[in-house]
């Protein structure tokens, strides 16, 4: 008896598959018959307090960099970590998860943006954003950062450049106001970090070039090589016959990373 019950069943389904026509199912398929209801919404402009409040709030937006590293400064400056922390860098590393590195760059690019904001035309509101813009004016002196900035806007096109725009900016100033290269390989010289925050920890340090390139040179350190421009570097040599004389107490000196005076 399960049997011919099960065979009606499946007839029955069948018949009803059978019934729906091909037309239908086009019909149904078709997106093109759809109707879609679209209901206008409208969005009110802003008012005059509104749209100062949001330039207001724009600009804190924009300055937070600037803000940060000010306070850094102050921090530092004031020795306001001494209750907590031994050095400063220990205090901005527990307190703000900060990077030695970090916490300078910031308020290196403070001290740039202030120096914008003091030079700059007044009429013109671009201003940096964020340290990472900022950071290749720190290779400038502070005469020249607000026309490499003002350059950069040009570049811009009257926006906010970008990171490489500036460096490309600072890059350009930097070659045609170089110095022609007087070093010898086997002077001795000292270090200059300047602005350089590439150089930072190793102000005062003794070294002697290794190398000389067009507007920089190759000096080899207590803790290795590294390329430093000629803006950089002091020598303290006198060049000639005394270079062999010297060259074996300096780079003894070098490797014990102590003080050294040459008369």
């Known amino acids: 008896m399960a049997k011919p019950s099960s065979k009606r069943k499946k007839s029955t389904i069948s018949s009803s598959t059978d019934s729906t026509s091909p037309d239908n199912l086009v019909q149904e398929e078709n997106p093109a018959t759809a109707t879609i209801t679209v209901t206008a919404v409208e969005v009110p402009e802003l008012t005059d307090q509104e749209i100062r ?3 207001y709030l724009e600009r804190k937006v924009e300055r937070a960099f600037f803000e940060a590293g000010k306070a850094l400064a102050e921090l530092r400056d004031r020795r306001m970590y001494r ?3 031994k050095t400063f860098e220990e205090y901005c590393r527990d307190r703000f ?3 030695r590195r970090q916490s300078y760059l910031l308020m290196d690019a403070a001290v740039v943006f202030d120096n914008l904001v003091e030079k700059c035309d007044r009429n013109d509101h671009i201003l940096p954003t964020n340290e990472w813009q900022i950071r290749p004016l720190t290779k400038l002196d502070p005469d020249t950062q607000p ?3 003002q350059q950069a806007v040009e570049s811009a096109k009257g926006k906010v450049p ?3 725009i500036v460096k490309d900016v600072v890059q350009r100033i930097m070659e045609r106001t170089q110095v022609p290269n007087t070093y010898q390989i086997g002077e001795v010289c000292q270090i200059l970090t300047k602005d350089n925050l590439e150089l930072r920890g190793k102000s005062g340090c003794w070294a002697i070039v290794t190398a ?3 507007f920089s040179c190759t000096v080899r350190t207590w803790d290795g ?5 000629v803006q950089h570097l002091k020598s303290f040599q006198k060049r000639g016959s005394s270079s062999r004389y010297f060259l074996p107490y300096v ?3 070098i490797h014990l990373h102590l003080p050294l005076w040459i008369s």
């Open 53 to 55: 409040d949001r330039l």
């Open 83 to 85: 209750s907590t922390h």
């Open 97 to 99: 998860g900060h990077s």
């Open 147 to 149: 026309e490499a900035w």
């Open 162 to 164: 970008s990171h490489r």
């Open 212 to 214: 000389v390139n067009n």
């Open 225 to 229: 090589e590294l390329t430093v421009g």
């Open 251 to 253: 780079g003894a000196v």
